[in-house]
């Protein structure tokens, strides 16, 4: 029998309950497969572990033997080209999914579709897990064309796409026609939207708001809670791995999908990340660039899954100094940015050695800039930092997924191009 993301979720929903106590064994089965399928069939393990699988001892846990392999990224696993990534390089009708590039540098990720029903089964359960039902509508603003996503291949339910490159106000008809219940999207982007309505007098109610692809800052909460009417909830996820974690229903940290996913912290690396199900293109201890602490305790929401707490997103996003020496300061440069009142958008931008550009959506109070001038110099030891007001939202640099990153480098972008 086909299966089907409703059997997904079905499997999901009761996992949770089931894995309470079998969580570890669970993963230890899973990773049992998947680090045979990297030992034996995709070169790039191969050459890079140096491991003969049938020379393992069969007394060792493979969660203990994990921690111990080499860590990986995306530009390491790039410069092995793609066919040394796979373990089955003739697999009809993979599905394929590229990084959004929000750092300079895009990459592909393939798996098997069944593995893409198990992703949406994990979507959905977060979506569940915060009181969205089958017959609720969703708005998800992203990089399409709009209209009502007719496919039924999930049995749940139907989809308004918002195509975040169309005006605030033509964004503002589609929704008011289609009448979604709950929204979906990047933060900045369902920030731009919620002050347009504001601006223009116009009221919308949502029964529930999902931010994601970057970091929902305090300031962003109070805005959408306060247009909307209702608290946004966090999802970590990447395209890599697909929905990572989400946000506690006690606003606790974010529940990590344990299930799919084995996170560790490295006090380096920061967050890595083993994709228990893909053994087409095998993920293991994979630094997705991000960094936040693991919480193991009981949670007050009874949710047996480990928690993330202290999310930061691109944290080792790194400066350029004059120099020329990198340091990752950039989540701290951009912290203290959410204390600036009446400013709702704000970017910063490198296009010199020790020099950033502070790109804000309204002019700060008197001195707020000046006082963030000098604190950043003094702080971090730049030589330059200027202010620039947008005009429009298009003043803004967004990647080609649709992201627009608190930090922006020039620099890397024009190395990454060149």
């Given at each position: 029998m086909r299966a089907s993301a409703s059997a997904f979720l079905l499997q999901y929903y009761l996992s949770r309950k089931r894995l309470q106590h079998r969580l570890a064994e669970h993963q230890q089965h899973r990773l049992n497969h998947i680090l045979r399928i990297a030992l034996e069939q995709v070169p790039f393990y191969k050459e890079l572990y140096g491991i003969n699988p049938n020379q393992l001892d069969p007394e060792l846990r493979m969660i203990d033997i994990v921690k111990t392999l080499p860590i990986i990224d995306k530009n390491l696993m790039r410069a092995a080209g793609y066919e040394r990534l796979l373990s089955r390089t003739t697999k009809p009708n993979l599905h394929?999914?590229?990084?959004g590039g929000s750092t300079g540098e895009a990459f592909q990720v393939s798996m098997t579709q069944l593995h893409r029903k198990r992703r949406v089964a994990v979507l959905y359960r977060t979506y569940f897990a915060h009181d969205v039902r089958p017959w609720h509508k969703l708005a998800i603003f992203q990089n399409t064309p709009p209209g009502i996503d007719n496919s039924s291949w999930t049995g749940y339910p139907k989809s308004a796409f918002v195509d975040i490159t169309a005006d605030t106000s033509t964004q503002w008809g589609f929704v008011r026609e289609s009448r979604p219940q709950i929204l979906i999207g990047i933060p900045s982007i369902l920030c731009d939207f919620a002050n347009y309505l504001s601006l223009n007098g116009h009221h919308y109610r949502a029964k529930a708001i999902f931010c994601n692809s970057e970091m929902l800052m305090p300031k962003q909460r109070k805005t959408l809670k306060k247009i909307f009417g209702v608290e946004p909830i966090n999802v970590y996820d990447s395209w890599e791995f697909g929905n990572i974690a989400w946000e506690c229903?006690?606003?606790?940290?974010?529940?990590?999908?344990?299930d799919s996913l084995l996170l560790e912290r490295?006090?380096?690396?920061?967050?890595?990340?083993?994709?228990?199900?893909n053994d087409v293109m095998p993920l293991i201890r994979y630094a997705i660039g991000d960094d936040a602490d693991i919480d193991n305790t009981a949670c007050p929401c009874a949710n047996p899954y480990p928690r993330l707490s202290s999310l930061q997103g691109k944290?080792?996003?790194?400066?350029?100094?004059?120099?020329?020496?990198?340091?990752?300061i950039a989540a701290q440069l951009c912290?203290?940015?959410?204390?600036?009142?009446?400013?709702?958008?704000?970017?910063?931008?490198?296009?010199e050695p020790g020099a950033i550009e502070l790109l804000l959506n309204h002019t700060p109070e008197t001195g707020a800039f000046e006082e963030y001038k000098a604190w950043v110099l003094d702080t971090f030891k730049l030589t330059s930092v200027s202010l620039r007001i947008a005009s429009s939202k298009d003043d803004f640099i967004v990647t080609a997924a649709g992201k627009r990153p608190l930090f922006y480098s020039k620099l890397k972008h024009q190395k990454s191009a060149n």
């Amino acid at each position: 029998m086909r299966a089907s993301a409703s059997a997904f979720l079905l499997q999901y929903y009761l996992s949770r309950k089931r894995l309470q106590h079998r969580l570890a064994e669970h993963q230890q089965h899973r990773l049992n497969h998947i680090l045979r399928i990297a030992l034996e069939q995709v070169p790039f393990y191969k050459e890079l572990y140096g491991i003969n699988p049938n020379q393992l001892d069969p007394e060792l846990r493979m969660i203990d033997i994990v921690k111990t392999l080499p860590i990986i990224d995306k530009n390491l696993m790039r410069a092995a080209g793609y066919e040394r990534l796979l373990s089955r390089t003739t697999k009809p009708n993979l599905h394929q999914v590229t990084t959004g590039g929000s750092t300079g540098e895009a990459f592909q990720v393939s798996m098997t579709q069944l593995h893409r029903k198990r992703r949406v089964a994990v979507l959905y359960r977060t979506y569940f897990a915060h009181d969205v039902r089958p017959w609720h509508k969703l708005a998800i603003f992203q990089n399409t064309p709009p209209g009502i996503d007719n496919s039924s291949w999930t049995g749940y339910p139907k989809s308004a796409f918002v195509d975040i490159t169309a005006d605030t106000s033509t964004q503002w008809g589609f929704v008011r026609e289609s009448r979604p219940q709950i929204l979906i999207g990047i933060p900045s982007i369902l920030c731009d939207f919620a002050n347009y309505l504001s601006l223009n007098g116009h009221h919308y109610r949502a029964k529930a708001i999902f931010c994601n692809s970057e970091m929902l800052m305090p300031k962003q909460r109070k805005t959408l809670k306060k247009i909307f009417g209702v608290e946004p909830i966090n999802v970590y996820d990447s395209w890599e791995f697909g929905n990572i974690a989400w946000e506690c229903p006690m606003r606790d940290g974010l529940h990590i999908n344990s299930d799919s996913l084995l996170l560790e912290r490295h006090p380096d690396k920061g967050i890595l990340i083993t994709d228990l199900y893909n053994d087409v293109m095998p993920l293991i201890r994979y630094a997705i660039g991000d960094d936040a602490d693991i919480d193991n305790t009981a949670c007050p929401c009874a949710n047996p899954y480990p928690r993330l707490s202290s999310l930061q997103g691109k944290a080792l996003e790194c400066v350029v100094m004059a120099d020329r020496s990198e340091r990752a300061i950039a989540a701290q440069l951009c912290e203290n940015l959410r204390f600036f009142k009446g400013v709702d958008a704000y970017q910063l931008v490198q296009t010199e050695p020790g020099a950033i550009e502070l790109l804000l959506n309204h002019t700060p109070e008197t001195g707020a800039f000046e006082e963030y001038k000098a604190w950043v110099l003094d702080t971090f030891k730049l030589t330059s930092v200027s202010l620039r007001i947008a005009s429009s939202k298009d003043d803004f640099i967004v990647t080609a997924a649709g992201k627009r990153p608190l930090f922006y480098s020039k620099l890397k972008h024009q190395k990454s191009a060149n």
